[in-house]
Nanobody, 121 residues
Framework: QVQLVESGGGLVQAGGSLRLSCAAS????????MAWHRQAPGKQRELVAG???????NYADSVKGRFTISRDNAKNTVYLQMNSLKPEDTAVYYC???????????????WGQGTQVTVSS
């Protein structure tokens, strides 16, 4: 049984910072891409940032220069450092991992349960 467990969300004032963590656990053979998505009320889920197993990153234009994604492959953990937060960053943030649970299994997408980030003005 594979799980993605997020932590680090909360309430912060505009201009503040938060750091999200997401740890993958269970029977894991390999992890390919890890990413953070978010979904605000009434909006579609969108990609915030992604990182490959080799460390290549990509970001949504709205967070470039403010958010930083990183990962610790030894711990199967991905992080999202969020600085200069704005009220429009308010959303539920979801961790995503593309991984195999066995050598000859196909790559599958797994999601965390989500963590709420609220930025007050």
């Amino acid at each position: 049984q594979v799980q993605l467990v997020e932590s680090g969300g909360g309430l912060v004032q505009a201009g503040g910072s938060l750091r999200l963590s997401c740890a993958a656990s269970g029977s894991i053979f390999s992890i390919n891409t890890m990413a953070w998505h978010r979904q605000a009320p009434g909006k579609q889920r969108e990609l915030v940032a992604g990182i490959t197993s080799s460390g290549s990153t990509n970001y949504a234009d709205s967070v470039k220069g403010r958010f930083t994604i990183s990962r610790d492959n030894a711990k199967n953990t991905v992080y999202l450092q969020m600085n200069s937060l704005k009220p429009e960053d308010t959303a539920v943030y979801y961790c995503k991992a593309v991984m195999k649970i066995a050598r000859y299994d196909p790559l599958r997408i797994y999601w965390g349960q989500g963590t709420q980030v609220t930025v007050s003005s």
